[in-house]
């Protein structure tokens, strides 16, 4: 049985998508069969690796308003091992239309339960809201990863952030825990991005990932090419980070080891 984890935080340029779709993208290549699911209306997962939304057909909106099978919207990337469930922008819309739906905090668990089985891994990118759409991706998963950026604001919001996530469990899903908070747009060179690091391994501990995501030219580049950093620059510094994450998160889960070494090049690989 596959696990899924949401990517969230209801804050806009944390790397919430780049890291959902590299996440995605390295665990793939490490040959875990892994899924993509973009819940947020504004579907840069799904652009980010090479489809136009204003193309898509259909939809995790279909399938969570209208109960399609997902198996039926899935579509292949040119990731080996990596697979999609798009957005569109009629995303938007849906959690008006939940509502009054039955059960509308439950409408994606009740579409992924039909596929869990067929992945070992199913990575969800959620908006950057706590809405109804966040709450549903929450209450579908079995692990939520919390990227925090290295700048100024970096804990602003988090506590509302954590608080969602202890409601979703108490009356929603018992089993979510947190995977961990990973520290983004790390630059080594600042004085700030060192004492941000500092903080939320202080207030955090071991709930923050040994990996930290390095500020990286070709991270921003893929996206415009509809590629993920593996595809784009196996050999940069975001396609070196994001694979120890996802090694990283197998080691967690008593799937493989990460060396001492491997942890080191996070810091130190300047490539």
Do not use: W
């Amino acid at each position: 049985m596959g696990k899924i984890i949401a990517i969230a935080n209801q804050k806009g340029g944390v790397g919430k998508t780049t890291t959902a779709i590299n996440l995605a993208a390295s665990l793939a290549v490490l040959e875990y069969k892994t899924l993509l699911v973009d819940a947020d209306p504004q579907a840069n997962s799904t652009s980010g690796v090479g489809f136009d939304p204003r193309n898509v057909k259909a939809s995790i909106y279909e399938c969570i308003i209208d109960e399609i099978e997902p198996a039926s919207v899935i579509l292949n990337t040119s990731t080996p091992n990596m697979y999609l469930l798009p957005a569109h922008i009629d995303l938007v819309g849906a959690e008006i239309e939940m509502i009054n739906l039955p059960g509308r905090e439950k409408r994606m668990r009740q579409a992924l339960a039909k596929i869990k089985d067929d992945y070992d891994f199913i990575i969800i990118d959620c908006s950057p809201s706590l809405g109804l759409i966040t709450v549903n991706s929450l209450t579908a998963s079995d692990s939520v990863i919390i990227p925090v950026q290295c700048e100024y604001f970096a804990l602003e919001g988090l506590g509302k952030l954590l608080n969602t996530i202890k409601i979703v469990q108490s009356r929603l899903n018992s089993s979510l825990s947190i995977e961990g908070i990973l520290l983004t747009m790390y630059d080594i060179r600042l004085r700030l991005s060192n004492q941000v690091v500092e903080e939320v391994k202080t207030h955090f501990q071991n709930m923050v990932f040994d990996t930290i995501i390095q500020r990286n030219t070709k991270l921003g580049e893929a996206p415009s090419f509809g590629e993920t950093i593996i595809m784009h620059d196996a050999s940069s510094k975001g396609a070196v980070n994001y694979l120890n994450l996802a090694r990283e998160i197998l080691q967690k889960n008593g799937l493989t080891r990460l060396s001492e070494s491997e942890k080191i090049v996070n810091i130190t690989e300047e490539n």
